[in-house]
Every structure is written in C-alpha cells, then in structure tokens.
C-alpha cells in the first residue's frame, strides 16, 4: 500500500469504487476492468473480454489469474470442438463486500498496532 493510498482514507466522501477495490485489494485499472466486465454478463470467455477490453490473450489472463488467486473470480470448464475452454463468474456482491470489510478491518487494526508502537 502506498502513503496516497492511505491519505484516501482520509477524504472517504471523495472515494469511488475503483479505489476501494484498487487500495484495498491491490488491483489495477485494467484488472478491476475485467472485474466489472464479468459482474455485468456472467460466463464471458477471456474470447469476449479481449474484444470488449482491447487487450490482447496474456494480459487479460494475467489479471484473470489475479482476480480468481485473490477470490473476486471463479470459473467453469466447457467442453469446445477441441478440448474446453473456462467461463468467468464474478463473486457475489455480498460476498465481495465482505471481503472489503474484512480487510478494512485487518486494515484499522494493523494500523492502530503501529500508532501504539509510536
């Protein structure tokens, strides 16, 4: 995390989305992109998500291998002409927003442990 991240904090009224997620999950833009692809049309291949983001294949698994190692993504096989091939769901909002929570708590608590240790 870094200073500007936690001087945020500091101006929540301010805080969008994006930076939640960015701050509190260390994501990128082009990852919490992906993320709110898959929220809004659940299934999508990485196929659809290099067209709807530009980018191309390994870029867009690299912030798909981010996004299911951290759990805001899980995936299901399908069968294809040759082999198979994953389906993307995103995790719930409940779910997501509990994670937030979460970690907004390890957050304060690990904070409060270094303002007493001043």
Known sequence: MRVTDICLFNDAGKL????????????????????????????????????????????????ITKLLEIGLLYRRKSPAKRGYYYKYWALPKKKLKQMLRNNTWTWYINVNRLIDNL
């Open 16 to 63: 969008k989305k994006e930076d939640l997620l960015q701050c509190l999950l260390d994501l990128g833009p082009l990852e919490i992109k992906v993320y709110k692809k898959i929220s809004a049309k659940e299934g999508t291949t990485i196929k659809q998500l290099c067209k709807e983001t530009g980018k191309n294949r390994t870029t867009v698994q690299k912030s």
